[in-house]
């Protein structure tokens, strides 16, 4: 059965520093991978997603995620953190082309130091 | 143009009680998803619609969850003998299609609190 796996829960990160948010995904075929992002009082918005192609997937807000098949890994990273980025991310995978269905990791909140 | 909405936004309601939850999606589109958001428990997939069928109904809980789509357009997930384990954001999203390639689309959530 697919899953994504967030390893963290709570990352703190001070204001202009670089981002890294894990995530693993258990899926039989290639995956569709998602992140989303959830500010206070949103609902989630779609930063980025990956179907096939350059490895190397750009979003938007400045963030950035790479697919590693031999990791069954699609990291997400921001190489300098603004505070309007404190939020809870999710990363997903698709369960199949033709449903829609969404499977997504625990979530990992993100806190920005001034 | 409009996005997902959802009402109400937020709901309280007695141990046992049945509720009704509403989504509106955007305008056009043919699939609409029901997720479950939970503390501890992450974002969990309930129900999806390709038009007014339910193709799957895999993640609903139990018995006493429900949810219809009628003129392929606004869906009503409904909660008989509500439990305090029902507590949680209700999150709908609309997409194009049914496609996992397709964005979908969240609305803001309804937050149920059963007391």
């Known amino acids: 059965a697919q899953s994504v796996t967030q390893p963290d829960i709570h990352i703190t990160v001070s204001e202009g520093a670089s981002l890294e948010l894990r995530c693993n995904y258990s899926y039989g075929a290639t995956p569709y991978l998602f992140w989303y992002v959830q500010s206070p009082g949103q609902g989630l918005q779609l930063l980025l997603k990956?179907?096939?192609?350059?490895?190397l997937v750009q979003g938007i807000k400045g963030f950035e995620a790479e697919f590693k098949r031999s990791q069954s890994s699609f990291n997400l990273r921001k190489p300098s953190v603004h505070w309007s980025d404190a939020a809870e991310y999710f990363c997903?995978?698709?369960?199949?082309?033709?449903?829609?269905?969404?499977?997504f990791g625990q979530g990992t909140t993100l806190q920005v130091k001034p | 143009g409009a996005g997902v909405s959802q009402s109400p936004s937020n709901k309280v309601t007695e141990k046992g009680k049945d509720v009704e939850l509403r989504c509106d999606p955007i305008?056009?589109?043919?699939?609409l998803y029901w997720y479950r958001q939970s503390l501890g428990q992450g974002l969990e997939f309930l129900i999806y619609?390709?038009?007014?069928?339910?193709?799957?109904k895999s993640g609903l809980p139990s018995d006493r969850f429900s949810a219809e789509r009628t003129g392929g357009s606004v869906s009503t997930l409904t909660i008989q003998r509500t439990q305090q384990e029902d507590s949680a954001v209700y999150l709908c999203a609309s997409s194009l299609v049914a496609s996992t390639t397709d964005t979908q689309y969240f609305g803001p959530g309804t937050r149920l609190t059963v007391l």
């Open positions: 990956y179907f096939s192609g350059d490895t």
């Open positions: 997903a995978v698709g369960a199949g082309s033709n449903t829609g269905k969404l499977i």
């Open positions: 305008s056009g589109h043919t699939a």
């Open positions: 619609f390709q038009g007014n069928s339910a193709p799957d």
